[in-house]
Structure formats: structure tokens, C-alpha cells
């Protein structure tokens, strides 16, 4: 399968979390998923059976955190930039937004990050438990509309999924700016008999997690964000 083929292939699935999208690119955007897909890319496979080993994938044993929609890649870039010693892997479907971190990943000579294309919660099935260290989950689609409530990744069986995955002690971290939102993850969580919360209610604004144009813009339209913390127990 060549890297255009990838990127056009997606596991069926009944109820999806996202919008599948590719987008326009630039002509750097292009010439970056040509040539760094094949060193830095994986295609979440169709069976998640098959398994992710991800001292294989990083070439080391090392703390792995999972960023579940990294968007355009600012923040993975930045974060793994700013902490070397943990692998990060991050998983999207906007095809402009894998070539971008891939782009960014070569212009600051990272190696503790790879990208994911595919459903996010296939790649985590396809994981070994226990595996991860932390699990980011920044500013995913709120679906707003009650009849798409059902979408969210932030719901009791997607939220078992990741925390079986979390190390005892590993971290779950969300952040949304949508208040409705906001209030039914927390619900969620706290309802999780596995994860505990480090803060009561929501947590201030951690200094390690960049400010994007996205919050950026959120806040100036008078969105507040919103930071949820917990720990597997």
C-alpha cells in the first residue's frame, strides 16, 4: 500500500467519533507525507487484533503518551519537544494535519513521535494494556446535537477502553471547550470506578499544554476551557 493509499483507507465502523476528512494541502504538506510517512507513519490497522508493539515502533522501551486528535500537530510537536524521555503517538484523520506534525517532527529533529491515521479507538483496542502513561484527549468534536451525543469519545465504554490501557497511576487528560460537554465528560469520568480525579472538579489550566490557535480563538469568542485530570487507580 502506498502512503496516498493509506491514507484513503478507513476501518468500517457502525458508530464513528469523527468526521473523516482530508482537506487541501500545500505543497509542503505534500511533500512531507510523501517522504516521512514511510519512517514516521502508521496506518491503524484494520483488525486490531493484530496488535501495536510500541518498543518496536520507537525503536525503545519508554513511557508512551497517546494524543487522541492532534489536529495540525502544534501541541504533540511542542509537548514531545519539551519531554524527551516519553514517546508520544498521535492519532488523527485529517490528512493536512498528519502531514504538518510529520513536517514538524522532521524540522525538530524529534524522535519520540509517531502519527497514526485511523480510528483512534481502534489503534487503542489494537494496544497492549497497561501500555500507555498517559492519554490526551484535546478538544475533540463535541457533537453538539443531542442525537449525535451517542459520537462522543467521552462516554463510559470509550472511557474504559482508554483507561484499561493507562498504567496504574497513568493519567487521563481532557480539555474542551464546549461547557455542555465539559459537564457530561466529568460526569463520565467520575463515573468510572477505575479513575479517580486529581482535582476536585476541574483542574486549573496546566502550564505543559500549549496554547493553540483553536483555544485561542475559542476564548475569544467567550468559550472558556475547560481541563479534566484523572489517575487510573
Same mark, same amino acid.
Given at each position: 500500500?502506498? =502512503?496516498?493509499?493509506?491514507?484513503?483507507?478507513?476501518?468500517?465502523?457502525?458508530?464513528?467519533?469523527?468526521?473523516?476528512?482530508?482537506?487541501?494541502? =500545500?505543497?509542503?504538506?505534500?511533500?512531507?507525507?510523501?517522504?516521512?510517512?514511510?519512517?514516521?507513519?502508521?496506518?491503524?490497522?484494520?483488525?486490531?487484533?493484530?496488535?501495536?508493539?510500541?518498543?518496536?515502533?520507537?525503536?525503545?522501551?519508554?513511557?508512551?503518551?497517546?494524543?487522541?486528535? =492532534?489536529?495540525?500537530?502544534?501541541?504533540?510537536?511542542?509537548?514531545?519537544?519539551?519531554? &524527551?524521555?516519553?514517546?508520544?503517538?498521535?492519532?488523527?484523520?485529517?490528512? &493536512?494535519?498528519?502531514?504538518?506534525?510529520?513536517?514538524?517532527?522532521?524540522?525538530?529533529?524529534?524522535?519520540?513521535?509517531?502519527?497514526?491515521?485511523?480510528?483512534?479507538?481502534?489503534?487503542?483496542?489494537?494496544?497492549?494494556?497497561?501500555?500507555?502513561?498517559?492519554?490526551?484527549?484535546?478538544?475533540?468534536?463535541?457533537?453538539?446535537?443531542?442525537?449525535?451525543?451517542?459520537?462522543?469519545?467521552?462516554?463510559?465504554?470509550?472511557?474504559?477502553?482508554?483507561?484499561?490501557?493507562?498504567?496504574?497511576?497513568?493519567?487521563?487528560?481532557?480539555?474542551?471547550?464546549?461547557?455542555?460537554?465539559?459537564?457530561?465528560?466529568?460526569?463520565?469520568?467520575?463515573?468510572?470506578?477505575?479513575?479517580?480525579?486529581?482535582?476536585?472538579?476541574?483542574?486549573?489550566?496546566?502550564?505543559?499544554?500549549?496554547?493553540?490557535?483553536?483555544?485561542?480563538?475559542?476564548?475569544?469568542?467567550?468559550?472558556?476551557?475547560?481541563?479534566?485530570?484523572?489517575?487510573?487507580?
Amino acid at each position: 500500500m502506498t =502512503s496516498t493509499d493509506a491514507h484513503t483507507a478507513t476501518a468500517p465502523r457502525s458508530i464513528r467519533t469523527f468526521h473523516p476528512r482530508r482537506g487541501r494541502m =500545500s505543497g509542503r504538506q505534500t511533500t512531507a507525507l510523501e517522504r516521512l510517512w514511510p519512517l514516521y507513519g502508521l496506518l491503524v490497522p484494520d483488525a486490531p487484533a493484530t496488535g501495536v508493539d510500541p518498543a518496536a515502533l520507537f525503536g525503545r522501551r519508554a513511557p508512551l503518551v497517546l494524543e487522541i486528535g =492532534s489536529g495540525m500537530g502544534d501541541t504533540t510537536a511542542a509537548m514531545a519537544a519539551n519531554d &524527551p524521555d516519553r514517546d508520544y503517538l498521535a492519532v488523527e484523520v485529517h490528512t &493536512p494535519g498528519i502531514a504538518n506534525l510529520l513536517d514538524l517532527i522532521e524540522q525538530r529533529g524529534l524522535r519520540n513521535v509517531r502519527v497514526a491515521e485511523g480510528d483512534a479507538l481502534d489503534l487503542v483496542r489494537g494496544l497492549p494494556e497497561g501500555s500507555l502513561d498517559a492519554v490526551h484527549v484535546f478538544f475533540p468534536d463535541p457533537w453538539p446535537k443531542s442525537r449525535h451525543h451517542k459520537r462522543r469519545i467521552i462516554q463510559p465504554t470509550h472511557v474504559a477502553l482508554l483507561r484499561s490501557r493507562l498504567r496504574p497511576g497513568g493519567t487521563l487528560h481532557c480539555a474542551t471547550d464546549w461547557a455542555e460537554y465539559a459537564e457530561a465528560m466529568r460526569d463520565t469520568l467520575d463515573g468510572d470506578p477505575g479513575l479517580v480525579n486529581a482535582y476536585d472538579g476541574f483542574a486549573p489550566r496546566p502550564a505543559h499544554r500549549p496554547v493553540t490557535k483553536f483555544e485561542r480563538r475559542a476564548l475569544v469568542a467567550g468559550r472558556p476551557i475547560a481541563d479534566l485530570v484523572y489517575h487510573r487507580r
